[in-house]
């Protein structure tokens, strides 16, 4: 079972990035899927899920500006991010699964970072 991230990087604010999460080793269309992060200094926070029905959720804080999306053909899940803000900097999850409270979710990617500065 793997999750590999990929996209992170440098933008400033205002900019947009798109990350993806190739998956392998299990059913992916059997799973729902998140999107956590976790900013310096601070614990997890989930960001976006999508079931397997394809229906999405969102933070408060980024919805209207990302946006979750899974392509079950190519195993991959993808988080489209727009008008990045400074306080979007963090080391960007995939986890398998709905979203949990910290890090108990069974199955983690190793993470991209995410960096939002002028």
Do not use: H
């Amino acid at each position: 079972v793997q999750l590999v991230e990929s996209g992170g990087g440098m933008v400033q604010p205002g900019g947009s990035l798109r990350l993806s999460c190739a998956a392998s080793g299990f059913t992916f269309t059997s799973y729902d899927m998140t999107w956590v992060r976790q900013a310096p200094g601070k614990g997890p926070e989930w960001v976006s899920a999508i079931d397997t029905g394809g229906k999405t959720f969102y933070t408060d804080s980024v919805r209207g500006r990302f946006t979750i999306s899974r392509d079950n053909a190519k195993n991959t899940l993808n988080l489209q991010m727009n008008n990045l803000k400074p306080e979007d900097t963090a080391l960007y999850y995939c986890a398998r699964g709905p979203p949990g409270t910290g890090w108990t979710n069974d199955c983690w990617g190793q993470g991209t970072q995410v960096t939002v500065s002028s």
